[in-house]
């Protein structure tokens, strides 16, 4: 199977939500966390192998 890196950035009103969570159960997706990143009053960046 191919992979394919993403690039997810997300504002600060969806740090609560369950991003992953819900790419891994709606899609059937298996992700690999390279890289996340959520600072205060920032944007929320998460880089990943699907």
Known sequence: MQKIKAFLR???EHFSKPITY??????NLMINILRAEVAANKAGELIMDI
Do not use: M
Not at 22 to 27: F, I, P, T
């Open 10 to 12: 997300f504002p600060q």
């Open 22 to 27: 819900r790419l891994v159960k709606e899609y």
